[in-house]
């Protein structure tokens, strides 16, 4: 049975919004493997709000990430479809930007800040150089990487470059951040310390941002709201209203996660305990 809880009231009434910045309506998604045809999700509708922080959570193999792409322009519904402020999504665009998990996402012969100046210039979104540096230090100096501008995507740990992606992804000012697990391949230390930075950085500037992760405890943490996605195929299980992060941090957050993780797992250990019965 699927819940939903979930509305833009979460927010401040300074911060929330009437209308969906993102709409996702029925939208099913398929891809080729191996000349398989696999179903990534089935029929998935939700709407993200103007500074949502929204999650999208569910265990490896739901079609979160490949929802993520579709939303980012790189993979076509087979059914239903995805509008940004009502108009239909049909290819990439600067009013999305995504950060993956990947470290590699840096273009290696370019500095630090050259990486963010890059697609300010190509894109026209800084209609000169010293706009688009302005604007790219401006963001460095968000993220703390203001004494790192000058240098190379090498000389960095794994979470200066996803800070790098962050701040070039938020120099461009979408629309809507899309970020793919972007701690996922970090430490536990460093992704705790990348999660606060995060909040910090949207309690600043009230960005809106699309987070897709498989971790209960850090959809907690980072989101306002939860969309909770069925294993494979990923279909909507459930749509939550956050926590504040006092109540996160403590013991009301246990309790949400072991909640979510019935919600999640409940119906496959009855099917266990029905198999081994």
């Known amino acids: 049975m699927n819940v939903m ?3 833009p009231s979460t927010l401040a009434p300074d911060v929330a919004s009437s209308q969906p910045i993102l709409d996702i309506g029925d939208v099913t998604l398929q891809y080729t493997a191996r000349h398989l045809s696999i179903l990534a999700t089935y029929k998935v509708s939700a709407q993200v709000f103007e500074a949502d922080r929204f999650v999208l959570l569910g265990p490896s193999g739901c079609g979160k990430s490949t929802l993520l792409k579709a939303i980012g322009g790189f993979h ?4 239903g479809e995805i509008r940004l402020r ?3 999504v049909t290819e990439p665009g600067p009013d999305r930007m995504m950060v993956f998990q990947e470290f590699d996402q840096l273009l290696p012969w370019k500095t630090v800040i050259q990486n963010v100046i890059f697609p300010l210039i190509e894109s026209g979104k800084a209609k000169t150089r010293k706009e688009a540096e302005e ?3 401006h963001y460095l100096d968000k993220v703390n990487l203001t004494k790192f501008a000058d240098n190379y995507p090498h000389m960095l740990s ?19 951040l ?8 970090l430490d536990a230390l460093t992704r705790v310390k990348m999660q606060d930075e995060l909040l910090e950085l949207w309690d600043d500037t ?12 850090e959809a907690i943490k980072i989101g306002n709201r939860i969309l909770l996605l069925s294993p494979h195929p990923g279909q909507v299980k459930a749509e939550l209203n956050g ?3 006092a109540d996160a941090a403590g013991p009301k957050g246990k309790a949400f996660e072991r909640d979510i993780h019935d919600m999640l797992f409940a119906h496959k250990a009855s099917d266990e305990v029905r198999h081994h019965g």
Do not use: N, Y
């Open 243 to 245: 926590l504040c992060r």
């Open 158 to 176: 794994g979470g200066m470059k996803q800070r790098v992606a962050i701040a070039r992804g938020m120099a461009m000012e979408p629309d809507i």
């Open 135 to 137: 604007r790219a230090r």
């Open 76 to 79: 076509k519904p087979s059914e």
């Open 86 to 88: 009502g108009r239909k």
């Open 5 to 7: 809880l979930s509305s």
């Open 206 to 217: 009230h960005f809106t941002v699309l987070f897709v992760t498989h971790s209960i405890a």
């Open 178 to 185: 899309l970020m793919d697990e972007p701690f996922a391949a």
